[in-house]
């Protein structure tokens, strides 16, 4: 059985920065996308980034384009998620998911069929 555990939120200062990573087990890593998505209060989760299994593809929402960065180490079984330049509007609980497919798809929740259990992010001064 797959699990995904996230670690690395915290509150940070706008202008800020943090790196999420998400550990991966029970399963060779090598066969799946892994996906970053956020809820914040009162919203829909939205797709953040997406990186293939093979780092071969990546996925960017428009939100955070130039100031956030998927990366993966396979042999650590670990996918991280550096984020610069954070913002108020970031502040949500960050989940990474993987999706059984090599490349990021349509990085829609229904495509995933493993979650971790969030870690907060909090973006104020």
């Known amino acids: 059985q797959v699990q995904l555990v996230e670690s690395g939120g915290g509150l940070v200062q706008p202008g800020g920065s943090l790196r999420l990573s998400c550990g991966f087990s029970?399963?060779?890593?090598?066969?799946?996308?892994i996906g970053w998505f956020r809820q914040a209060p009162g919203k829909e989760r939205e797709a953040v980034s997406c990186i293939g299994s093979r780092a071969s593809s990546t996925y960017y929402a428009n939100s955070v384009k130039g100031r956030f960065t998927i990366s993966r180490d396979n042999a650590k079984n670990l996918v991280y998620l550096q984020m610069n330049s954070l913002k108020p509007e970031d502040t949500a609980v960050y989940y990474c998911a993987a999706d059984p497919h090599p490349v990021c798809g349509l990085v829609q929740s229904h495509e995933y069929d493993y979650w971790g259990q969030g870690t907060q992010v909090t973006v104020s001064s």
């Open positions: 029970g399963e060779d890593l090598n066969d799946y996308a």
